[in-house]
């Protein structure tokens, strides 16, 4: 995802779920027959430039591992919080997964999350 339309769209208008240091917000049908979108929002708040880079690289390691899970033509932005700067690629993993799952249940035409 590049678009920051494509960002607010999602931001906006999808669910939103914390898994430890990171926020996960999914929309279900942001381009529908297209492949999944995914974006990092990674702000100077997790800290200098190379601590930010560190984190980018260590979701979308986690991420790509997890693209099967998503359905075809969702949107999903993974935000991380300043803790994620101190967190280890287990933990990034382990929060990726809590959030990410949240996210699905509570998504629209999920009724197994309400």
């Known amino acids: 995802m590049r678009r920051s339309t494509d960002f ?24 529908p027959g297209s492949p999944a979108r995914i974006g990092l929002i990674v702000g100077k708040q997790v800290g200098g430039s190379v601590v930010r880079h560190r984190v980018s690289r260590r979701l979308r390691a986690q991420l790509a591992q997890r693209l099967g899970l ?27 997964d809590r959030g990410l799952g949240r996210a699905l249940e509570l998504a629209p035409g999920n009724e197994a999350g309400r």
Not at 8 to 31: C, K, M, Q, T, Y
Not at 75 to 94: H, I, K, M, T
């Open 70 to 96: 998503l359905p075809a033509g969702c949107g999903l932005v993974v935000r991380a919080l300043p803790e994620a700067a101190a967190a280890d690629s287990a933990l990034l993993a382990r929060s990726l």
């Open 8 to 31: 607010g769209a999602v931001v906006r208008s999808g669910v939103r779920a914390r898994g430890g240091p990171v926020i996960v917000h999914f929309r279900p049908e942001l381009d």
